[in-house]
């Protein structure tokens, strides 16, 4: 265990976006980094244990990788978006009033299906001890889901849930007959020469160079950097950099991976009464200053991630670790504001 004061810390700040030196010196994050993206060029800053080009775990920003796989099945048409989603995945549970939830509603989590995160130890936001090492299998994932009703009827609310991405995830490989690992490698990755990110399986540790995460166990901070991430799997696992995950969503969002009708879909929305709005593994967040950027934000325990472009262009992903204080909402806000306004 460490102290709060987090002992050796490095301020190595290059002064380009000063507020995430601040969020060090105010015990807000242990690390921070930011890279944007535009036709003037690459701006990039980094703070305390965070590089500048360094890996760290993105979360929920995995979904829209997972996402993009499903509507590419839908362009070859090996996939229905208004299919129900158990025609793909068995045992998906149907509504209150019997409704089937579609491919469409899943992707857009207006599915109601129960978050299996929900449950006592199935958080990868969380300290888990030595579970934090266990390998879990997608369908002992979905047996603790699908031991719940759902919340609604499909198309008839809105609730975030990881189980969805579970189901998308399957649904890739029940298609595909190869792992949906597999299918990002070769239908994203690689293709758009992402050499710095990975899908990690049961590996619980990150490429090198990466700021360390913490998480705050009676009273202390402990290092939760090691995980294995199988618990997230197709909701959560992977890991990235800020120059990767900008490539990504300036190729998804400019026409690049999918069908017009395709990124269309993706980005019509549904109201979350959130900071955002959801498509299909899209997020539209609206600033201050009137502009909309698409992306999506994603937490594992001691990383949090916002992978975010414009439409004309500019992208913009901040990375940052954070401590118990945490960074206040407004200064996420404030930063990506000062980015695109």
């Known amino acids: 265990m460490i102290n709060t004061a987090i002992a050796g810390v490095l301020l190595a700040v290059t002064g380009t976006f000063p507020a995430l030196d601040g969020w060090v010196r105010q015990g807000w994050a242990s690390g921070a980094l930011l890279t944007v993206e535009d036709s003037a060029g690459v701006r990039a800053d980094a703070a305390g244990e965070a590089s500048v080009g360094g890996h760290f775990r993105i979360g929920s920003a995995t979904k829209t990788f997972v996402a993009t796989v499903v509507l590419q099945l839908v362009d070859e ?16 549970p149907r509504g209150l009033n019997g409704d089937r939830p579609t491919v469409r509603q899943v992707l857009n989590h207006t599915s109601g299906l ?7 130890g199935y958080s990868t936001n969380r300290w888990r001890g030595a579970d934090r090492f266990r390998t879990y299998r997608p369908q002992e994932l979905l047996d603790v889901a699908f031991a719940h009703p759902s919340h609604f009827d499909p198309g ?21 007959g190869r792992t949906y690992g597999d299918e990002v490698r070769s239908r994203i ?15 619980p540790g990150l490429p090198h160079p990466h700021a360390r995460g913490y998480s705050e166990v009676d009273g202390r901070l402990v290092d939760a950097t090691l995980m294995n991430p199988t618990l997230d799997w197709a909701a959560g696992e992977m890991i990235s950099t800020a120059g ?37 593994g899209l997020q539209r967040f609206d600033l201050p200053c009137g502009r909309s950027v698409w992306g999506h934000g994603g937490e594992l325990i001691g990383y949090r991630t916002y992978a975010t472009r414009a439409d004309d262009g500019r992208r913009a992903t901040l990375s940052y670790n954070p401590l118990p204080a945490d960074v206040p909402a407004e200064e996420v806000i404030g930063l990506f504001a000062s980015v695109y306004c």
């Open 156 to 176: 008839k609310g809105w609730r975030y849930s990881n189980t969805n991405y579970i189901v998308a995830g399957m649904l890739i490989e029940r298609v595909t």
């Open 114 to 120: 129960y978050d299996y995160a929900h449950e006592e």
């Open 244 to 280: 990767d995950l900008n490539r990504f969503f300036d190729a998804l969002l400019s026409g690049r991976l999918t069908s017009a009708a395709s990124l269309d879909a993706m980005r019509r929305t549904v109201a979350t009464n959130t900071i955002f709005a959801y498509g299909l």
């Open 77 to 92: 048409g090996k996939v229905r978006l208004d299919d129900p989603a158990d025609r793909y995945v068995t045992g998906v």
């Open 189 to 203: 990755l690689r293709p758009l020469r992402l050499a710095h990110t990975v899908v990690p399986g049961s590996w």
